[in-house]
């Protein structure tokens, strides 16, 4: 056990961690120049082309070291998005020590910081790594000068490296045998090992990753999750290389895998103790939780006949994503989909394109919401995870929304444009500090809600980009939540309702509105586009009426130009809903998403 090392990369999100990464594996010889595809840990299509960590992953690794002793180092990948901070969080409980990377152009960031702390939190020697100093921009004192601040090392702590050019690798393999310590616990007590992250195997099934703290499992064993409480049998176990690498029994110390035959994502935990049934230990490790969405949404199959189609691929899709959920929900206008529960709008950015890109599904996503408690007069307290579940405003005794803390980090310049866009969206400054002189940190208290919509991007373009930002969840307030409908020619369409705070209802929509008026294509009779709380009409917009013929500006000639333009039409069809007798696009769905100021 001396000689194993257990650590992780942390960074905010392009600092460089994969790159870094597949040189260590390089430099160790893990993988073989012709292996070496880039970004190895990636593993993931969607993630390659997202060009961000969604799934953390492991390998080993063994290095000779100056001093002559060869150690077996255990680097464990982590995501990099604020919607998977619990993986993050467990798969640094699997480790003794991190590196932390640092962009020497960009410097610390949100996430740099909130990684730093969930590090912090579980005890692990940090070595500060200031990465890509290949880069023109960089600005290595500055950045040293952040850091010394930020976790009050001396200046010859931190080292300075670049994933691209191959510089500091050495030292970075080094500096993890002399400065993070070897893993702790011991063989004759009872087994404990966190489980940090699965993944599914279409073939074998689950394959559980986890770090043993204590004791061994053996294949063949007969195991408990001490959270769940189920026993399984091992059918393998083994370490982590490039692939799977089996073996008899894994011990205190190492990270490994195990497969047992279970097929659904559901029921491995990650955040879960294994341990054997025949000597079981007396507590998990600490920090288990159940995730719960953030964020919910409805999916419907654009053509009505694919629902079953539909339903067998999200059963699939939860085989291997444990953290989404869904239900059925029934929409009058879109008929029958799901209600789906997300981390994040990342989270649930990528369901949508897996669905579509892994199970050739054409779906429709309606407006995404928080979940919401509401306390009534007549059932007690509801949890409102869908505008349609919504209590009768005259049953309603109160209403409770989600808030968090979020953290921005930006340049001095900016912080008038952040306290307006967060003031405007019900933020609470708690705090304001400067980390250096061109550094500064704010601290609000939003709801979750306003994040939901479009928060993201408006960040962005009124800093120009620079502004990083992080979030935690801070429980349940009391708030004025109504529902907000929209009604085309009378009618009301209920997939495209939405939960809103009144203090913000007629200006949204107004703007909602407006909005479907630029969407809707012009139809042959006048459509009126209102948005209401109740019985009261907030705001209202025509599109007039028009014939459509799309051929009319091809004056009769130009045959090929005719067809292109009617296939062109044909396809537009294709995420098309027709509603009462309103064709509506699948934008019209998501335009409260976009809505400008
Ligand atoms: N110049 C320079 N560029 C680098 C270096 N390391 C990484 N990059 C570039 O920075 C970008 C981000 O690198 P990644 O390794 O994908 O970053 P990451 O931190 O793994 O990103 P996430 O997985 O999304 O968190 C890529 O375009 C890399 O080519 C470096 O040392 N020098």
């Given amino acids: 056990m001396k000689n194993i090392r257990n650590f992780c990369i942390i960074a905010h999100i392009d600092h460089g961690k994969s790159t870094l990464a597949d040189r260590l594996l390089e430099f160790t010889k893990t993988i073989s120049d012709r292996d070496m595809q880039a970004q190895v840990l990636d593993d993931m299509d969607l993630e390659r082309e997202k ?25 464990i990948d982590t995501p990099g998005h604020v919607d998977f ?28 910081i909130s990684n730093l702390y969930l590090a912090l939190e579980n005890d692990l020697e940090i070595i500060p790594v200031i990465n890509k100093i290949d880069m023109p921009g960089a600005m290595i004192e500055e950045v040293k000068d952040q850091i010394i601040e930020l976790i009050g090392v001396k200046d010859e702590d931190i080292l300075l490296a670049s994933g691209k050019t191959g510089i500091g690798i050495e030292e970075i393999l080094e500096s993890i045998v002399t400065r993070i310590p070897a893993p ?34 053996k294949k063949g064993d007969k195991i408990k999750f001490v959270n769940t409480g189920e026993e399984y049998e091992a059918d393998e176990v083994g370490i982590l290389k490039l692939g799977l690498e089996p073996r008899k029994e894994v011990f205190a110390g190492d990270v490994g895998y195990i497969i047992t035959g279970i097929k659904s994502a559901k029921e491995v935990k990650v955040g879960d103790t294994i341990t054997l049934a025949s000597r079981p230990c ?30 067998d691929c999200m059963d699939k899709l939860q085989l291997n994503d444990a953290s989404l959920t869904y239900e059925l929900e029934t929409s009058q206008a879109l008929g029958f989909g799901f209600r789906c529960g997300f981390l994040g709008m990342l989270h649930m950015e990528i369901i949508q394109e897996r669905l579509e890109r892994e199970f050739n599904q054409t779906v429709i996503t309606t407006v995404p919401n928080v979940g919401f408690i509401a306390h009534t007069t007549n059932e007690g307290t509801v949890i409102v995870n869908n505008p349609s579940e919504m209590p009768d405003p005259t049953k309603l005794e109160r209403i409770e929304e989600p808030f968090i803390r979020a953290q921005i980090i930006t340049k001095p310049e900016y912080i ?4 307006t866009l967060c003031l405007g969206k019900r933020g609470i400054l708690l705090n304001q500090s400067y980390l250096t002189t061109t550094r500064v940190e704010l601290m609000f208290e939003l709801p979750l809600t306003e994040i939901v919509f479009d928060f993201y991007d408006k960040l962005k373009s009124q800093t120009r980009g620079y502004a990083s930002f992080d979030y935690s969840p801070i429980g349940f307030r009391d708030s004025d ?27 949204f929509g107004r703007k909602l509105c407006e909005k479907l008026k630029d969407l809707l294509p012009r139809q042959q009779f006048l459509i009126a586009i209102q948005a209401a709380v109740g019985a009261k009409i907030l705001a209202r917009e025509n599109i007039s009426a028009m014939r459509k013929d799309v051929t009319a500006k091809c004056y009769g000639g130009d045959i090929s130009r005719k067809r292109k333009l009617l296939e062109k039409q044909k396809e537009g069809k294709k995420r098309m809903r027709q509603i009462g007798n309103v064709e509506v696009p699948q934008e019209a769905f998501l335009a409260v998403l976009k809505l400008d100021d």
């Fill in 85 to 112: 901070s619990y993986e993050v969080s467990r798969a640094l409980a699997a480790c003794e020590g991190a590196l932390l990377l640092v962009d020497a152009a960009q410097g610390i960031q949100a996430q740099t």
């Fill in 282 to 311: 007396e507590e998990g490790i600490k920090g288990f939780q159940e995730v719960k969405p953030m964020v919910f949404a409805g999916i419907f199959p654009v053509v009505t006949e694919d629902f079953e189609e539909l339903r």
């Fill in 184 to 217: 702790t616990g011991s063989l004759d007590t009872p087994t404990q090992a966190l489980i940090f992250d699965s993944v599914f195997n279409s073939f074998r099934g689950i394959i559980a990753y986890f770090r043993v703290y204590n004791g061994s499992i």
């Fill in 481 to 507: 939540i109504v529902k907000m409908d929209i009604l085309l020619n009378g009618d009301k369409v209920d997939a495209l309702s939405a939960l809103i705070h009144r203090s913000r209802a007629q200006d």
């Fill in 51 to 75: 060009g961000i960590t969604i799934k953390s992953h492991a390998i080993q690794m063994n290095y000779t070291a100056k001093n002559g002793e060869k150690y077996t180092f255990n680097l």
């Fill in 416 to 419: 008038g444009n952040i306290m």
